[in-house]
């Protein structure tokens, strides 16, 4: 039977064999496929031994200046902390920008908990916003109208009318490694004078207008863990253009020691996040490999796209215009008028050893953050039942 009479369901009940023959004529049948695997094809036991073999396995050694500067040179920042993983990068970023407890910070209703949570190490108040269903994240021109409603900027700064309360900052999180409109975000967050922060866990390797995403925010974070597109095991980093940020994040980061032959003077409270050199080492391995996988990842999620290409009832998640994304992780959306089918396709493609996932479940959801202040969220809720990720890992 040719794909093409695979490929139109003549009624409703034909969309599920449809959706999951699309996905068979990309997936290998013959194994179990996780959503996201790492990837070791290069000097990854090379520089592990040789941590090994010189003793440096910890918190001193040459891996971390050597990944830190590679990161500089890939994603054209000058500055760059690794430090122990993403969460912890933006709880140092929150810290830096000045935010306060008390303060809101905006961040979207649709991301991983850690965004969330990191504002809620800081003391502040997470502030949920929607996003945009072309670029899955925070819309620069719906945030724009939803601030001058609910806003006004005084000389404490930019505040909530209903809450009293001010808000600081912003963090923007490019979803599944898709960038989303950063530049025009960064000139709508300079207008109501909030700092802006880029999470950037998903989209190392991801470009908006030539620029590679985390070079707009005073400060933005990477995350390593081992579902990323690279890994150090568990790890992160904190991006920055500012050199006394940088160096205070790097302080901070290693219990704000003062540098000396032999006293342990402390000049504020510090935090032990710095990376491991061991797990610099492995990153390092990656980092020299991130091209090789962003195509590999480019090229299965054409193949996607061109299987799904035709098919009624869904559309696949491609990269937003001026954007040149990773594709960290491939989505599915479901239209309205297929939601039904969310459950029923988790479930056929998980019995089957396909890995899939939903959307994480909304901030506003969460029992923590129930009484968080929002915005309306309508396409945010709109992915939590029709959004559907699919096998990514660079070697389908
Ligand atoms: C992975 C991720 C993080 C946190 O990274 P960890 O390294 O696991 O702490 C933060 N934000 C987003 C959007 C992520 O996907």
Not at 9 to 24: E, H, M, Y
Not at 199 to 218: P, Q
Not at 277 to 289: F, I, M, S, V
């Amino acid at each position: 039977m040719s794909a093409e009479l695979h490929l139109l369901p003549k009624s409703n009940t034909d969309f599920l064999p449809s959706v999951l023959n699309a996905i068979g004529q990309v997936l290998p049948s013959d194994k179990v496929l996780p959503l996201h695997q790492p990837v070791f094809v290069g000097n990854e036991w090379n520089y592990l031994k040789e941590c090994l073999d010189t003793g440096w396995v910890s918190t001193a050694g040459p891996f971390v200046e050597r990944f830190e500067n590679m990161l500089c040179e890939y994603t054209g920042s000058k500055y760059a902390v690794a430090v122990v993983n993403g969460t912890a990068a933006l709880h140092i970023a929150l810290q830096l920008t000045g935010v306060k407890p008390d303060d809101e910070v905006l961040v979207p209703d649709l991301t991983f908990v850690a965004t969330a949570n990191a504002i809620a190490y800081t003391g502040a108040i997470p502030h949920l916003t929607d996003i945009s269903r072309k670029t899955l994240g925070v819309d620069p021109k719906t945030l724009q109208v939803y601030l001058d409603e609910i806003g006004k900027t005084t000389n404490d700064g930019f505040i909530n009318r209903i809450t009293g309360r001010r808000i600081a900052a912003i963090i923007a999180m490019h979803t599944f490694g898709h960038p989303l409109e950063i530049e025009e975000l960064a000139a709508v967050a300079s207008e109501y004078g909030l700092t802006l922060i880029e999470d950037a866990a998903e989209s190392i390797g991801s470009f908006y207008r030539g620029k590679h995403t985390g070079l707009w925010g005073k400060l933005s974070t990477l995350s390593f863990n081992g579902n990323k597109t690279i890994t150090t095991g568990g790890g992160g980093a904190i991006l920055t253009q500012d050199e006394s940020l940088a160096r205070h994040a790097k302080h901070l980061t290693t219990t704000a020691k003062q540098l000396h032959q032999w006293s342990f003077y402390h000049d504020q409270v510090g935090y032990n996040y710095r990376l491991p050199n061991l797990n610099a080492a492995l990153g390092l391995a990656q980092l020299e490999k991130l091209e090789y996988f962003v195509e590999q990842k480019r090229i299965l999620a054409k193949r996607y796209a061109d299987a799904f290409e035709g098919l009624d009832g869904v559309t696949f998640v491609q990269e937003p215009p001026h954007a040149r994304s990773n594709y960290w992780l491939n989505a599915l959306i479901l239209d309205s008028t297929h939601s039904q089918y969310l459950e029923p396709l988790l479930q056929a493609t998980n019995d089957k050893g396909i890995q899939t996932r939903p959307a994480w479940n909304l901030m506003h959801t969460l029992p923590m953050f129930t009484s968080s202040p929002k915005m309306p969220t309508p396409v945010a809720e709109q992915m939590v039942s029709s959004l559907i990720c699919l096998p990514s890992s660079a070697t389908l």
